[in-house]
């Protein structure tokens, strides 16, 4: 399985921008994949014309995801806040599990852009100065991973999932 994810860092290069990366998920204790590569040809600096277009759609389909999410667990009965405390364990209880994720600030494979400077899959509007100021310095990466199905990985080591 693959999954891509565009990564946001401050950085002197690609290459500083990229070990960035890469040790942030060497790091990650919520997200393993089994490679990780960082896109040169894909990736720029804030100096780059298409770097906003990038993390504009990056936190746009971050929201949408999240969207989703609502939506799902508005399918489950949570209409409003109170009602979490009547979650059925399981799928309907992860998925505000995942949304808290989303809106706190932790990676997950469902992520499209993730901002390392803020620990955040959105963007503050005074980062957003800081970079229109200084765009040399800030670094949106592509991050292709791949990692093994449970089931997969089940049949690679003979276990039980």
Same mark, same amino acid.
């Not at 040809?41 to 504009?56: G, Q």
């Not at 990676?107 to 400077?117: E, Q």
């Not at 592509?142 to 199905?149: D, K, N």
């Given at each position: 399985?693959?999954?891509?994810?565009?990564?946001?860092?401050?950085?002197?290069?690609?290459?500083?921008?990229?070990?960035?990366?890469?040790?942030?998920?060497?790091?990650?204790?919520?997200?393993?994949?089994?490679?990780?590569?960082?896109?040169?040809?894909?990736?720029?600096?804030?100096?780059?014309?298409?770097?906003?277009?990038?993390?504009?759609?990056?936190?746009?389909?971050?929201?949408?995801?999240?969207?989703?999410?609502?939506?799902?667990?508005?399918?489950?009965?949570?209409?409003?806040?109170?009602?979490?405390?009547?979650?059925?364990?399981?799928?309907?209880?992860?998925?505000?599990?995942?949304?808290?994720?989303?809106?706190?600030?932790?990676?997950?494979?469902?992520?499209?852009?993730?901002?390392?400077?803020?620990?955040?899959?959105?963007?503050?509007?005074? #980062?957003? @100065? &800081?970079?229109?100021? $200084? %765009?040399?310095?800030?670094? !949106?990466? #592509?991050? @292709? &991973?791949?990692?093994? $199905? %449970?089931?997969?990985?089940? !049949?690679?080591?003979?276990?039980?999932?």
């Amino acid at each position: 399985m693959n999954k891509k994810h565009w990564l946001m860092c401050e950085a002197d290069d690609f290459a500083a921008a990229r070990s960035h990366i890469l040790k942030f998920f060497s790091n990650s204790m919520l997200l393993h994949y089994d490679a990780v590569l960082a896109v040169e040809e894909s990736s720029c600096s804030a100096d780059n014309e298409v770097f906003w277009t990038v993390l504009d759609q990056g936190v746009s389909d971050n929201y949408k995801i999240l969207q989703g999410f609502i939506g799902d667990i508005q399918g489950e009965g949570c209409q409003q806040i109170a009602d979490v405390t009547t979650l059925a364990k399981g799928y309907p209880s992860k998925l505000l599990h995942i949304i808290a994720h989303f809106v706190d600030g932790f990676i997950g494979i469902d992520s499209v852009f993730y901002n390392l400077i803020e620990d955040s899959h959105w963007l503050s509007e005074g #980062l957003r @100065e &800081t970079i229109q100021r $200084s %765009p040399g310095r800030y670094w !949106l990466v #592509l991050v @292709e &991973t791949s990692f093994t $199905s %449970p089931q997969t990985a089940a !049949l690679i080591h003979n276990i039980q999932v």
